[in-house]
């Protein structure tokens, strides 16, 4: 796979009048990764977009692409090219149009640009479809005509705003494989953004986690997923159950923490957060519906849970028993079904247990909405 | 009855139904068809006292249309120079006005219709309010900013641009601003509704993907925009061909619009067939142009009515 082209936000700042969609975001992309924006709906990622592509002046801060400033570069001018969310294909224009548009204007010829437009159909398995208007294809196969015109301008970097959020589950998710494939085969670096943290985890190399202008944290799916750097990013990335507390004690990577119901539990200190937490602080203790197991009950100690049984659900694949949490938050278990025989508790009390590596403490933050 | 009309009564009930499909009727049958077909009659018979009127002389002829073209019978002139010139000098400079009114226009039309926010409703506005005012005084105002010492001459003469105050009159550029400004508005407003409906994102796509700001607009807006276009353009056509107060008051004096002669025909010489007969010719030369150049310009009837 060739280099690819990096980019890189500096400093970046972006303000709509007094209102600050971005706070000082500064991240390294390395060229040819496929990089994901995640954060819930007006958290500032379109804008962050629309600055790479040149549509909007950073009010601080630079954007580089390849290491070259981009300031005063118009979109039309930068190596990008972007995917609308609502595609915005030209439904005047036949497909073959609409895909080669970019060589139209650079001045190609109509033979070149059908043979190019061919090319490209075969490439997004639509072959033969170059006639029809875009009007006359499905949401999936215009989503991939998106694709292949932004492609045909032969971009360094492709710049993807939540394009699967129109199509329905499945479809979804078949194009988050057809995306990551295509991204491997063409070899140039992916900015994508999405507000679904399965898309994120399931394509992206990198994943910058972002909350109301702010990224909170940058690193890879796992590591963003089992050692989040923020309260936000621990909440809005997978399922997570809560506990608040102080900090009552400081053991090497480990804190011991004094919850507001739970009594004091131990927990791994994330990496990011190494050093920086100390006796008295303010924290939030993670654990994961699937770290928790059964453990018998009235067990007391430093990693078990008593609370009582609000309700269960059978999903199939896990029995879920739903606690009562901490601050109005049910406490979630899931335990993975073996074909074991399963009573139901509701209305007793239950002690669950976990492994301190699972449990996972941060200073206290916001969380996500559900 | 047509299933048309059935699930026409049913959505509006009976009464509501037949109420709406008269008025309908009475509009597009009594007020548009009966009156033309009369002028049509008219326009094929002789120009007799009253008493002859469905007497022996009262038969079908194509006198009137004669006149027009070859001018009074033993008339000093092969064809009817004057009246000819004025047809076709009315139709060029109609076709004219349209395209001048394009132009201005369709910049507006894309700014209103692109951009949001309250400036743009105060914008609107600005531009329907001068059309509260009757269109004779308008037009009696811009004589008066074209005249000899209107506004634009005092400005020219004063800045040196000209030496002495430039004829706008005489030279029919007050009669064509007049007909300009008389319908922007019929001009704007079709294309700003389309305009208004474009995705700005596909501007933005064809900008991303290396456009220059013209080619956007060659490419993706107007080719959207040519209902709006269309339907501007044959009503600013229809309506400057026809007009007459504009031509009266803002016209030089010795060009004459076409209407004017209609006028003419029907009040100072009370010759109602020759005047309708004019009349006939204009609007089936207007309409056969208006067709022709849809078909050069691939629009539908239907885009017309957007
Ligand atoms: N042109 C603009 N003017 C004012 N506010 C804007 C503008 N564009 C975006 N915003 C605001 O910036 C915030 C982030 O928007 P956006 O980047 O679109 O969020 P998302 O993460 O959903 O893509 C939102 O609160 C939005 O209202
Ligand atoms: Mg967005």
């Known amino acids: 796979m060739s280099a690819g082209v990096g980019v890189d936000l500096e400093n970046l700042w972006i303000r709509f009048g007094d209102f600050v969609a971005v706070r000082d975001a500064n991240v390294h992309i390395k060229g040819g990764d496929f990089f994901s924006f995640l954060g819930p709906s007006g958290c ?39 995917i609308f969310q609502n595609l915005a ?24 640009r059908r043979k190019r437009a061919d090319e490209l159909l075969d490439m997004i398995a639509l072959p033969g479809q170059g006639d029809k208007l875009p009007s006359e294809l499905s949401g999936g196969q215009r989503q991939r005509v998106a694709i292949a015109r932004a492609l045909c301008a032969e971009p360094d970097v492709l710049l993807l705003d939540e394009p699967l959020s129109a199509l329905d589950l499945k479809l979804r998710q078949h ?7 295509i991204q491997k085969r063409v070899g140039i670096t992916f900015i994508y953004i999405t507000h679904d943290q399965g898309e994120a985890l399931t394509m992206s190399d990198d994943i910058a986690v972002m909350r109301a202008g702010v990224i909170d944290q940058i690193a890879d799916g796992k590591t963003i997923y089992n050692d989040p750097a923020t309260a936000f990013a621990a909440s809005f990335v997978g399922e997570n159950n809560v506990f608040r507390g102080k900090v009552l004690e400081v053991r090497g990577d480990q804190a011991l923490i004094r919850t507001n119901r739970s009594g004091d539990l131990l927990s791994r200190i994330s990496t990011a957060n190494k050093g920086k937490m100390n006796v008295g602080d303010d924290a939030m203790m993670f654990i994961r519906p699937e770290a928790l197991s059964l453990a018998p009950t009235g067990t007391q100690g430093d990693h078990f849970v008593t609370a009582k049984v609000n309700h269960e659900e059978f999903e199939g694949n896990t029995f879920n028993i739903f606690m009562e949490g901490d601050g109005g938050k049910e406490l979630k278990v899931a335990i993975p079904n073996h074909g074991q025989s399963f009573e139901d508790h509701s209305g007793q009390d239950m002690t669950l247990e976990y492994e301190v590596n699972n449990a996972v403490a941060v200073p206290a933050g916001e969380l996500a909405a559900e | 009855m047509p299933s048309f009309l059935k699930e026409f009564f049913n959505r509006n009930g009976t009464l509501m139904g037949s109420l709406m499909l008269g008025l309908v009727l009475f509009w597009t049958v009594g007020l548009i068809i009966l ?43 092969d064809y009817n120079a004057v009246d000819l ?23 507006i039309a894309y700014y209103l219709g692109q951009n949001k926010g309250n400036h743009i409703r105060v914008f609107a506005l600005m531009l329907i309010i001068p059309y509260w ?22 400005l020219l003469v004063g800045s040196g641009i000209f030496d002495t105050p430039f004829d706008f009159i005489r030279n029919d550029i007050a009669l064509y601003a007049g007909l300009g400004y008389a319908y922007i508005l019929l001009m704007i407003f079709p294309i700003y509704n389309v305009i208004e409906s474009l995705d700005h994102n596909q501007i933005e796509a064809a900008r991303d993907l290396g456009a220059p700001w013209w080619r956007i607009h060659k490419r993706v807006v107007i080719p959207y925009a040519k209902p709006g276009i269309s339907s501007g353009c044959t009503m ?25 002669l209609i006028y003419q025909q029907f009040n100072d010489n009370s010759d109602w067939p020759q005047g309708a007969a004019y009349a006939i010719v204009l609007l089936v030369t207007c309409i056969l142009l208006v067709l022709a150049l849809m078909r050069v310009f691939k629009v539908n009837m239907g885009d017309i009515g957007k």
């Open chain 1, 44 to 82: 500032g990622k379109t804008t962050i977009l629309r600055a790479v592509s040149g549509f909007l002046e950073p009010s601080e801060g630079n954007v580089l692409i390849g290491g070259n400033n981009m300031q005063g570069i118009g979109p039309n001018k930068r190596p990008t090219a972007l």
């Open chain 1, 89 to 112: 294909l030209f439904p005047l224009m036949k497909v073959w149009e609409n895909i080669t548009f970019s060589m139209e204007i650079a001045g190609a010829s109509a033979r070149d």
């Open chain 1, 175 to 181: 194009m988050r494989t057809e995306l990551r494939e």
């Open chain 2, 35 to 77: 009156p033309q077909l009369s002028m049509l009659d008219f326009s094929f018979r002789p120009n007799l006292p009253p008493p002859e009127i469905g007497g022996p002389k009262d038969i079908y002829t194509l006198e009137n249309y004669k006149y027009l073209i070859f001018g009074p019978e033993g008339g000093s002139q």
């Open chain 2, 85 to 107: 010139r004025v047809f076709f000098r009315t139709l060029v400079a109609a076709v004219c006005v349209t395209i001048f009114n394009l132009i201005l226009c369709y910049p």
């Open chain 2, 133 to 154: 005012i009757n269109e004779i005084l308008r037009a009696f105002a811009l004589r008066i900013i074209f005249g000899e010492s209107g506004v634009i001459n005092t």
């Open chain 2, 236 to 260: 600013v056509f229809m309506l400057s061909a026809g007009a007459l107060a504009a031509p009266q008051i803002l016209g030089g004096p010795s060009s004459l619009w076409f209407t004017q």
